[in-house]
């Protein structure tokens, strides 16, 4: 029987991150997650996936949304506070989500503190992408037609952003070497470069 593999993608904004995970998740024929997560946790909970959709890697809990539950609010399981889900209750919503993705079969998950989430699961492989600055910046004006200006403060935008998330919701530091099993400069080796990689250390310990 084929070994269940459970792929974490963490990646700096511009590195390719989104494309490494779609490419590896083809190749291997399994399924990818990214903004699907929200779709399936919002299935799972019973709440409006727009209220995801806001949540989605966003650091703080400080405000809240208001919503009206109505019979949804069964399958919440946080019946205290019928009018309003804070990011944390959303987050662990959302966390429940990526366990039972998990369990039911191999998959490619973006971001979303997944590989902390997961990292007692066996079947865990963490990778993180990253790349200088100077070529992130560069791809994001390729895709978005940015200015050099614009595409530099979006970088450090997203990352300050997504490494807010990932500190406030985990007791781990966001692109830290230790947090994970591979950590690849996609400028350095390319999407493709990076998929090969993710493959070869995948042969090497099945």
């Known amino acids: 029987m084929e070994k269940k593999r459970i792929i974490t993608i963490g990646r700096q904004y511009g590195s390719g991150g989104?494309?490494?995970?779609e490419l590896l998740a083809k190749r291997l024929g399994i399924e990818f997650y990214d903004k699907e997560l929200l779709s399936r946790a919002a299935k799972d909970s019973g709440i409006n996936t727009e209220l995801f959709a806001r949540a989605d890697e966003q650091p703080t809990n400080s405000f809240?949304?208001?919503?009206?539950?109505?019979?949804?609010?069964?399958h919440t399981g946080f019946m205290a506070t019928p009018d309003y889900l804070t990011n944390d209750k959303?987050?662990?919503?959302?966390?429940?989500?990526?366990?039972?993705?998990?369990?039911?079969?191999?998959?490619?998950?973006?971001?979303?503190?997944?590989?902390?989430?997961?990292?007692e699961n066996p079947d865990l492989v963490?990778?993180?992408?990253?790349?200088?600055?100077?070529?992130?910046?560069?791809?994001?004006?390729?895709?978005?037609g940015m200015s050099?200006?614009?595409?530099?403060?979006?970088?450090?935008?997203?990352?300050?952003?997504?490494?807010?998330?990932y500190n406030y919701f985990?007791?781990?530091?966001w692109g830290g070497v230790d947090n994970y099993d591979l950590a690849i400069d996609s400028?350095?080796?390319?999407?493709?470069?990076?998929?090969e990689m993710i493959l070869r250390y995948l042969e090497l310990t099945k």
């Not at 809240?64 to 069964?74: C, K, Q, V």
């Open 18 to 21: 989104y494309d490494v995970g």
């Open 64 to 74: 809240l949304y208001s919503m009206s539950l109505g019979t949804s609010g069964l």
């Open 170 to 173: 985990t007791d781990h530091n």
């Open 187 to 195: 400028g350095r080796v390319g999407v493709e470069g990076a998929v």
């Open 148 to 165: 050099a200006d614009q595409a530099r403060q979006a970088v450090k935008k997203t990352d300050r952003r997504r490494a807010g998330y």
């Open 126 to 144: 963490s990778v993180v992408i990253h790349s200088d600055i100077e070529r992130r910046v560069a791809r994001i004006r390729e895709r978005t």
């Open 90 to 119: 959303l987050f662990a919503l959302q966390s429940e989500t990526i366990r039972s993705i998990a369990k039911e079969h191999s998959c490619v998950i973006i971001g979303r503190c997944a590989d902390y989430i997961l990292r």
